[in-house]
């Protein structure tokens, strides 16, 4: 077995996202294991889980409803729109992206530009004759 190299402070465990859905499973979770085990035995309860805990709108019918590899079935019945979701609650002047590259410095893109951009990359594809079911 290898050495283990670093292992995060309790204070970065305890602020993480993962250990706020751990306690709010309120299964008994002790370890990251115990998680990842419930996770591949129960593949429907644990997306469903996930859907309820990151407060996804909508509604489906069910999880899982074919399992074939590939071409499973996921959420059946389900509609929603990405962008909504990943926008909900974010204020316009937080940083959401910080990037920088070879040839450019660092810069930040805050959550209101990234909202303007997606909203004229929509506008544009609509333009465009893009409709919904088109890929």
């Keep these: 077995m290898g050495q ?6 309790e204070e970065l ?5 993962m250990t706020r859905y751990m306690r709010w499973l309120d299964r008994g979770f002790e370890t990251y294991e115990d998680l990842r085990a419930w996770s591949v035995e129960d593949l429907e309860g644990f997306w469903a ?3 309820e805990h990151f407060e996804v709108e909508g509604s489906y ?6 399992r074939s590899m590939p071409g499973a079935k996921w959420f059946t019945g389900a ?15 937080r940083v959401a992206i910080v990037h920088a590259g070879e ?4 810069d930040e893109v805050t959550w209101g530009e ?10 544009g594809l ?5 409709e919904r079911g088109d890929r």
């Design 79 to 93: 509609e929603l729109n990405y962008a909504e979701h990943a926008f909900r609650g974010k204020p316009d002047d």
């Design 103 to 106: 040839l450019r410095d660092q």
């Design 13 to 17: 465990i305890e602020g993480a996202l």
């Design 61 to 66: 019918e069910q999880v899982l409803a074919d």
């Design 126 to 130: 609509r333009a465009l004759g893009v």
């Design 49 to 51: 889980s996930i859907w």
């Design 114 to 123: 990234l909202r303007e951009q997606a909203a004229a990359i929509a506008a």
């Design 4 to 9: 283990k190299l670093w292992e995060p402070p």
